[in-house]
C-alpha cells in the first residue's frame, strides 16, 4: 500500500503576517521612525526645557536641579541678550528675504528661458555649496571677505572696498550656504507652470517683472513657504558663520556656546528663544493657509 508522502508544514512569512494583521504592520512600520522622534529628539528637548529651570554655582560651577525663572529673567532683562535675539532674528529674515528674491527670477530663467545645457550647468552653481563640508565652505567665505580676500583684489580697480567683517558678510555667507534649500523647490515649482500662462501674459502687454510678480508668485508662494522654513530655522540656529566672518557679531548659537560649559541651564533658557521663534514663524505661516498646499 503507497503512503502519500507527509508535506512539511513551512513557517509563514513575516510579510504575510503582517497582511493579516494591519495594527502589527502599522506598529512595525512606525517602531523604528517612533523611537527617534519620541526616545532622541523629545526626550532630548524635554531634558532642555527643564535644564533651563535649573541653577548653576556661582563657585563651584556645578548645575544644582532645582526650580527658577531666573534664566528666563535674564533674557529678557539683560539688553545685551535682547540684542543677540533681535540681531539674530533680523539676519534669519534678511537671509530668508534674499534667498526668495534671487530664487524667483533665476528659477524662472532656469525652467522657461535657459536652454538645456544651460540649465544643467546653472544647477551644477547652485547646487555646488552643498557638495562641500559646512566648515570648508564658511573658511572659503572668510578667504573671500578679508582686506586681502578676493572681493578686494577684484572690486580694488574701481575704488570698492568690501564691506569687513560684519552683520553684512553674515547674511552674505548664511545666504551662500542656505540658497539651494530655496532654489531648488522654487525651480521644481516653475517647472510645473505651464508655458501657455507666460505666453498669455506677454500677449496681454505684461513686462516680465509684471508676470513675475502677478502670476509667478502667487503660484510659487507654497515653494517659497517650503524653502523659507529652511532658510530662516537654519539661519536662527547658526552661530559659525558669525565666529569666522561676523567679527564681534554675536547670534544666538554664540551665546549658547560661550554659557554651554559655564552655565549651562542659561545656555538652555537661550536654546529655547529659536524654538519659540521657529514656532511663531510656523503658525504665522499657517495662518496664511500657504501651508495647506504644500
Known amino acids: 500500500m503507497n503512503q502519500q508522502p507527509v508535506l512539511e508544514r513551512r513557517p509563514k512569512p513575516i510579510s504575510t503576517a503582517l497582511a493579516r494583521h494591519p495594527r502589527a504592520r502599522l506598529a512595525a512600520l512606525l517602531a ?124 580694488s580697480p574701481l575704488g570698492i572696498e568690501g564691506p569687513g567683517f560684519g552683520v553684512l558678510t553674515v547674511i552674505l555667507t548664511l545666504v551662500y550656504l542656505w540658497f539651494p534649500y530655496m532654489a531648488i523647490p522654487v525651480y521644481a515649482a516653475v517647472s510645473q507652470i505651464p508655458a501657455n500662462l507666460f505666453d498669455a501674459s506677454s500677449d496681454l502687454g505684461a513686462s516680465g517683472a509684471r508676470t513675475i510678480r502677478s502670476i509667478v508668485a502667487p503660484l510659487l508662494l507654497p515653494s517659497l513657504i517650503a524653502g523659507s522654513i529652511f532658510t530662516f530655522s537654519l539661519s536662527l540656529g547658526d552661530y559659525i558663520a558669525a565666529m569666522y566672518v561676523g567679527g564681534s557679531t554675536q547670534m544666538i548659537g554664540s551665546i549658547i556656546a560661550q554659557n554651554i560649559n559655564l552655565n549651562p541651564p542659561l545656555a538652555a533658557a537661550f536654546s529655547i528663544v529659536p524654538i519659540v521663534l521657529v514656532i511663531l514663524y510656523l503658525t504665522a505661516v499657517r495662518r496664511t493657509g500657504a501651508l495647506n498646499n504644500l
Open 32 to 155: 523604528l521612525p517612533m523611537t527617534w522622534l519620541v526616545g532622541v529628539y523629545i526626550l532630548s528637548l524635554a531634558l532642555l526645557l527643564i535644564t533651563a529651570f535649573w541653577t548653576t554655582d556661582p563657585f563651584t560651577s556645578r548645575v544644582k536641579p532645582g526650580f527658577t525663572l531666573e534664566n528666563f529673567q535674564q533674557l529678557v532683562t539683560v539688553p545685551a541678550y535682547l540684542a543677540t535675539a533681535a540681531r539674530t532674528l533680523g539676519i534669519a529674515l534678511a537671509v530668508t528675504l534674499i534667498c526668495a528674491l534671487v530664487a524667483v527670477p533665476l528659477a524662472v530663467f532656469m525652467a522657461k528661458v535657459a536652454g538645456p545645457r544651460l540649465r544643467a550647468t546653472l544647477a551644477i552653481l547652485v547646487t555646488l555649496p552643498l557638495w562641500a563640508g559646512y566648515l570648508v565652505k564658511i573658511i572659503a567665505m572668510r578667504l573671500v571677505w578679508t582686506d586681502t580676500g578676493f572681493f578686494n583684489w577684484a572690486l
